[in-house]
């Protein structure tokens, strides 16, 4: 790997799968410079329409802008403290600015990001028409934006939601009752992302990010069933596999199944990639005041289930390794494992 250029017998093996996808997934860990680079290599092979990201459509619709402009979003984020989610990160930012030039769509599947309180409300203010809930939200989102900024100088991973009593939330729906359906959704989607982040409901996560990719994929449905466009996923890796997801602690089906059965629905195929690294730096924390956590260190001891495959990565080029002969051998019980998370890597 050079920059965004790729190589290699593992890279021409790899070119050769993506041509014949439908849809290419890339499950990462989060904060590693070198997987967006990795992500602009392979649209550049695959040649997506849609690109689809691990945050939430307003984040998205934001970024999408962002981008269309000359420059770093330094102003955004100085007005909207880590707002951006992932693409508060440099790399993650130019990479959708990339993708924009190939006329790759952005599109967004989470729930309405923890940092984000501030310009939801702002957006809100903006799209309601009565008095009282135009001037409501306004001065919420002024209170919030006023406390993030105060958060980040202070150093502090601290977001105005997380502050948020019920009543904000019961007022979210009850201004917006008499008003059109965009708000109205928009109040819907807010409360329910409040719900996730108060029960730590993963399941209703997962639950809502399927909701989010069919509804996208409405207008495509044909009278012969479902015809998607070329789609490019980049998701944390727990999200993408197959089948179960990586994750031992509980039985969660996520959007890497839902695009594998969509390509099965569409006589096509998906093609599931786990980008993980060795040893390296990762970023920790988007907020630059925040110097102790900005920035990590991460080794092999963090992924030990995976030494079988890290143990015979040598020196600082990239390894590619084809996980199908040995999920064959799994499901004809030709190879037993004794680890329950290796047993998913292998057949996610």
Request: hydrophobic share 40%; charged share 20%.
């Amino acid at each position: 790997m050079s920059g965004s250029q790729m190589g290699g017998a593992g890279w021409e093996k790899l070119r050769a799968d993506i041509q014949k996808s439908q849809f290419v997934l890339v499950g990462e860990d989060h904060g590693i410079a070198q997987i967006p680079l990795f992500t602009a290599a392979v649209a550049r092979e695959f040649k997506p329409a849609i690109f689809v990201a691990e945050v939430d459509p307003y984040v998205a619709q934001a970024v999408a802008q962002l981008v269309a402009q000359p420059g770093p979003a330094t102003a955004y984020l100085r007005r909207y403290p880590e707002a951006l989610c992932f693409f508060d990160w440099s790399e993650e930012f130019e990479l959708v600015r990339t993708l924009r030039a190939q006329q790759v769509q952005l599109l967004g599947l989470d729930q309405v990001f923890i940092t984000t309180s501030a310009p939801f409300y702002a957006q809100l203010a903006g799209l309601v028409k009565g008095k009282v809930a135009k001037s409501y939200f306004q001065r919420q989102a002024n209170k919030y934006q006023a406390q993030n900024q105060a958060f980040e100088k202070a150093g502090n991973d601290d977001f105005a939601m997380a502050k948020q009593p019920q009543s904000a939330i019961d007022s979210l729906g009850l201004l917006t009752q008499q008003e059109g359906p965009a708000a109205q959704k928009m109040a819907h989607d807010y409360a329910l992302s409040y719900t996730i982040y108060q029960k730590q409901a993963h399941q209703l996560r997962v639950n809502l990010m399927k909701q989010n990719l069919v509804q996208a994929l409405l207008p495509y449905q044909t009278a012969t069933g479902p015809a998607a466009p070329k789609m490019l996923f980049k998701f944390g890796s727990n999200h993408l596999a197959r089948g179960l997801s990586q994750s031992v602690k509980g039985e969660f089906y996520d959007i890497g199944n839902v695009v594998q059965n969509l390509a099965d629905i569409q006589g096509q195929k998906s093609l599931h990639l786990y980008i993980i690294g060795k040893q390296g730096e990762r970023a920790e924390s988007d907020n630059p005041n925040f110097p102790a956590k900005r920035v990590g260190t991460y080794t092999v001891a963090e992924n030990p289930e995976l030494l079988p495959f890290l143990s015979q990565v040598a020196g600082p080029a990239w390894s590619a390794f084809d996980l199908r002969p040995l999920r064959r051998a799994l499901t004809t019980s030709k190879l037993q494992l004794a680890n329950p998370s290796l047993e998913r890597t292998i057949l996610g």
